[in-house]
């Protein structure tokens, strides 16, 4: 088996592995849309391949899928492809085509008649995320994927330290934290330790900005609003997600929980005006939190991407205006900007709100890369999605980890 990696070896995101076998077949893991701008070349995402694997439903590893020929199979899971599908929707975009096919996690499944394929669900910020070990050649490929030890969904983690697969010749292991290790909150707990008692004691209401697709992040909030009786407020979108989620957790949170009240925004309102989404709209009517924010403010905690100003402005005589920025921080700076920035920086810089940012990341810190590393034992290991692959071979090494190899972008390697 051959495997060359277009993007990843020198840089966070943008992930995309090609596994050739000896009988010519192709498969790719991911394809993501790169985050770094230095180098926008993408022109082998029209490359041939017979099949791709995708690990969960964030841009950086998803993004360029349309690139590839709709009749190439196209594997993931369930609720990635109803994430990537509900972006599209309040994007106003049709839904994703092409020749997709589901899979179920910890189970063998088989692709191109040629690879054998094992997928492993992980603790990550997106509520579904795989990694992979896939056979071919007599030959055991294993991708981490994007993966954490430190959220709800540990026990995740736990479950393949203890039954990590077997004969790994090549462990491609991300190693995005190697230069973020010094989080102030290390765990999704952490977090919700430090929120508590800002919701808890608020006399105005708390915005908490983030991901609507961090499930994590969002169930951390419930909890917290749950235990001091206040009530979480979603967006038109965030209800649609976590509708998605719940088909295969049906323990997670819903709009129909009592503690949740959902912002009947128009604009997303109208991505989901069809015949089709009849019922869902009569959801969001019967739990439309309306006004009620405007008779007793610090009852309310809204969880968004982005506050809106002239709300923030109207319930400024109320009281402090909490706003928890609950993402990674350089979002905030001028290399990785968002539509959000410029609003978030205004009201911090404003003094209009008590800015706090609480957030733990989604990725791995070193010691959980290397705990896994050590418990799958492989014959070679390659560092992919981080920004310093030299540090993260050098810790590796302080613990005594030799056969850690750094290799380069679009250069065949056989195994």
């Not at 099949?51 to 020929?69: F, V």
């Not at 989080?183 to 006399?203: C, G, H, L, N």
Request: glycine share 6%.
């Amino acid at each position: 088996m051959k495997v060359k990696i277009y993007r990843g070896t020198k840089e966070i995101g943008g992930n995309c592995v090609q596994l050739t076998a000896d009988n010519g077949k192709i498969l790719w893991i991911d394809i993501g849309a790169p985050l770094d701008t230095d180098n926008p070349d993408v022109s082998y995402a029209g490359n041939r391949v017979d099949a791709l694997l995708i690990s969960h439903p964030h841009q950086d590893h998803y993004g360029l899928m349309g690139n590839i020929s709709p009749s190439v199979p196209i594997y993931t899971g369930q609720v990635t492809l109803d994430l990537i599908n509900a972006t599209r929707i309040f994007l106003g975009k049709p839904l994703v085509t092409g020749n997709f096919k589901t899979f179920e996690p910890f189970k063998w499944f088989t692709v191109a008649d040629t690879f054998e394929v094992y997928a492993y669900l992980m603790d990550h910020s997106s509520p579904e995320a795989f990694a992979f070990a896939v056979a071919a050649d007599d030959r055991v490929v294993f991708y981490s994927g994007d993966y954490r030890a430190t959220g709800w969904k540990k026990k995740l983690y736990y479950k393949v330290l203890v039954d990590p697969p077997k004969d790994v010749d090549l462990f491609l292991t991300e190693g995005t934290m190697v230069e973020r290790s010094d989080q102030q909150y290390p765990t999704e707990e952490s977090v919700k330790d430090a929120i508590e008692p800002i919701i808890r004691d608020q006399q105005n209401v708390t915005f908490v900005v983030s991901s609507a697709q961090n499930i994590d992040r969002l169930v951390t909030v419930v909890k917290t609003c749950n235990s001091n009786r206040k009530t979480l407020v979603l967006d038109v979108y965030n209800a649609w997600v976590l509708d998605a989620v719940k088909k295969k957790s049906p323990n997670l949170p819903t709009m129909d929980w009592d503690v949740i009240r959902v912002f009947n925004h128009p604009r997303q309102l109208e991505k989901v005006a069809g015949t089709e989404f009849d019922g869902f709209r009569g959801r969001i009517k019967d739990k439309d939190v309306g006004n009620r924010v405007f008779e007793n403010p610090g009852d309310y905690v809204y969880f968004i991407r982005c506050p809106n100003p002239k709300l923030v402005d109207a319930l400024l005589p109320n009281g402090t205006i909490n706003l928890i920025y609950s993402q990674w921080e350089g979002y905030l700076k001028e290399g990785h900007k968002n539509y959000c920035t410029d609003i978030i920086q205004n009201l911090r810089d404003s003094g209009k709100v008590a800015f706090t940012h609480i957030h733990t990341s989604g990725h791995a810190t070193p010691s959980d890369l290397k705990r896994l590393t050590n418990a799958v034992n492989p014959g070679k290991i390659v560092p992919i999605h981080t920004e310093n692959p030299a540090r993260l071979q050098q810790e590796f090494l302080n613990e005594g980890i030799q056969n850690i190899e750094l290799w380069d972008d679009r250069v065949d390697y056989d195994i």
